[in-house]
Nanobody, 122 residues
C-alpha cells in the first residue's frame, strides 16, 4: 500500500510559479509510474502530466505543455510538478497518483493523494 502526500499548493498571481511535491511512503517508489491530475470546481478530474518509473518518458496535457514540468527523485521518493506562467484556468485541486504504468488515464493509477489546492488570481 502506497501513501501519497501532496504539498506546495497555494495562492499565486497569474504569470507566477509554484512547485508541487508529492511524497510517497509504504511502497517501492521506483517501481511506480507517477501522475498529476487536477479537478477544478464543478469539473471532472483531468490529466495534467505523468512520468515513467525511471523518468525517461513524460506525458503532458496540451493545456500545460511548455509551462509545467514533471520530475521525480527516486532517492527521495518524491515526484514534483513545476508550474510556470500560471493562468487562472489552472485553478484546481491537484492530485498525485501512483500506478504500474505511465498513463494519461486515471483508471491506470492505483493510489491517490488527498490533493493540494492551487489558486491563480487574475
Amino acid at each position: 500500500q502506497v501513501q501519497l502526500v501532496e504539498s506546495g499548493g497555494g495562492l499565486v498571481q497569474a504569470g507566477g510559479s509554484l512547485r508541487l511535491s508529492c511524497a510517497a511512503s509504504g511502497g517501492t517508489f521506483s517501481t511506480y509510474a507517477m501522475g498529476w491530475f487536477r479537478q477544478a470546481p464543478e469539473k471532472d478530474r483531468e490529466f495534467v502530466a505523468s512520468i515513467s518509473r525511471g523518468a525517461f518518458v513524460t506525458y503532458y496535457a496540451d493545456s500545460v505543455k511548455g509551462r509545467f514540468t514533471i520530475s521525480r527523485d527516486n532517492a527521495k521518493n518524491t515526484v514534483y510538478l513545476q508550474m510556470n506562467n500560471l493562468k487562472p484556468e489552472d485553478t484546481a485541486v491537484y492530485y498525485c497518483a501512483a500506478g504500474p504504468s505511465n498513463s494519461r488515464y486515471q483508471e491506470q493509477y492505483d493510489f491517490w493523494g488527498q490533493g493540494t489546492q492551487v489558486t491563480v488570481s487574475s
